[in-house]
């Protein structure tokens, strides 16, 4: 696909180490444990994964490793249960995780008149409810197959590497975003077709591998280091005009880009 050049500009986000200090998939394990949904053996491995990335960050093989993991662990779940849960807890989980350099960085492309899209590896149930908190136009997150009010435990589409890429490529050609004066912002080596696909990439909290190769590259550096409360950044009206735009503007985009590439 052509990139679009010459319309509207926008400021992608990856999730977790550049918005959150923390994974945001792995975060909500206790929720699910206490929920009925996983066991304490799935508690103890994400708790262990947690620290992995934290320490080190994830590299590929750890995150096809996570997609096999997640995907035989939903199947069966039951969606309504996972929405409940995470609505429940995730202003006690989330909310001292997110960078304040990152909410005004939200807030200055915002000012910009740039569109801010989140994208990440996470499931859209994660995914869309921190957004919707942040303010954010678009939040897209990994979309499971759902049957009969159930996960299947098939992925549908899975925002990470080259499918970050291709999803920005998509929302560029539907919103007419000219993604060589658009930003991405991201901490992973996992993401550089997400970084390269637009004009101004920008490392934040890098892993070792990235960040050397920002700084060949010229790249700007950015390392946060100040977690805030969103419920101390986001005004309740904010939240609830941006939640309503963000919960369908997340949805159509995964399925309607899955559609299109199954039909190929």
């Known amino acids: 696909m052509t990139p679009v050049t010459g319309g509207t500009t926008a400021a ?27 066991g304490r053996s799935d508690v103890v491995r994400s708790a262990y994964a947690q620290f992995i990335f934290l320490a080190s960050g994830a590299d590929h ?8 993991y997640m995907s035989n662990l939903v199947d069966g779940w039951d969606v309504a249960k996972v929405r409940e849960i995470v609505a429940e807890t995730i202003d006690e989980i989330i ?10 960085l939200i807030d200055e492309h915002h000012t910009a008149g740039r569109d801010v899209i989140i994208i990440s590896s996470s499931g859209t149930e994660v995914v ?31 925002a ?16 007419n975003y000219d993604l060589s004066e658009s930003y991405a912002y991201s901490d992973s080596i996992t993401d550089l077709p997400m970084l390269e696909v637009v004009g101004h990439p920008t490392a934040v909290n890098p892993d070792d591998e990235l960040r050397a190769l920002a700084i060949d590259r010229d790249w700007p550096v950015l ?3 100040k977690p805030i409360s969103m419920q101390s950044r986001v005004n ?7 939640g309503a735009g963000v919960a369908i503007g997340a949805a159509a985009l995964g399925l309607a880009w899955y559609a299109r590439h199954r039909r190929a």
């Open 61 to 68: 093989s750890q995150m096809e490793s996570m997609r096999t």
């Open 223 to 225: 390392d946060f280091d």
């Open 160 to 175: 990470y590497g080259e499918g970050k890429a291709e999803a920005m490529r998509e929302l560029a050609a539907e919103r």
């Open 95 to 104: 909310d001292p995780v997110i960078y304040e350099e990152a909410v005004a």
């Open 12 to 38: 992608f986000f990856d999730l977790d180490k550049t918005i959150l200090a923390r994974s945001s998939a792995l975060a909500f394990a206790k929720p699910f444990y206490k929920g009925g949904l996983i």
């Open 236 to 242: 309740t009206g904010q939240k609830v005009a941006a």
């Open 128 to 158: 869309e409810p921190i957004g919707d908190r942040l303010g954010v136009d678009i939040a897209i997150g990994t979309q499971m197959a759902i049957e009969d009010g159930h996960y299947t435990g098939e992925i549908l589409f899975y």
